[in-house]
């Protein structure tokens, strides 16, 4: 069974920082590109940042560039997401999720498998 378990959401002023951690469980964890999505109300779920299984491979979102960082750690079964100056428009619900692929991958039909998703709330 697999299993994708994020933490590390809630609530943070704007420039504040956040870290979200995401545990997978179920699964050959390096052979999967990890990747975060995320979602706010009455819009479409979009892409934020992914990370092959190497980790040397990154890519992010024009909107999160220099804001936002992916990481991954392969001897825990963990993928990251460092947050830091925040902006009111990055509050969402955050979703990490796995692509078995050889190749970053940046289309939501291209993962299998997501996590149930942590709320990120920015706000004065």
């Known amino acids: 069974q697999v299993q994708l378990v994020e933490s590390g959401g809630g609530w943070v002023q704007p420039g504040g920082s956040l870290r979200l951690s995401c545990a997978a469980s179920?699964?050959?964890?390096?052979?999967?590109?990890m990747g975060w999505f995320r979602q706010a109300p009455g819009k479409e779920r979009e892409f934020v940042a992914a990370?092959?299984?190497?980790?040397?491979?990154?890519v992010h979102a024009d909107s999160v560039k220099d804001r936002l960082t992916i990481s991954r750690d392969n001897t825990k079964n963990m993928v990251y997401l460092q947050m830091n100056s925040l902006k009111p428009e990055d509050t969402a619900v955050y979703y990490c999720?796995?692509?078995?692929?050889?190749?970053?991958?940046?289309?939501?039909?291209?993962?299998?498998?997501w996590g149930q998703g942590t709320q990120v709330t920015v706000s004065s």
């Open positions: 999720a796995a692509a078995l692929s050889s190749t970053l991958v940046v289309p939501i039909r291209g993962y299998g498998y």
């Open positions: 179920g699964l050959p964890f390096s052979r999967y590109v």
């Open positions: 990370t092959n299984w190497g980790g040397g491979g990154t």
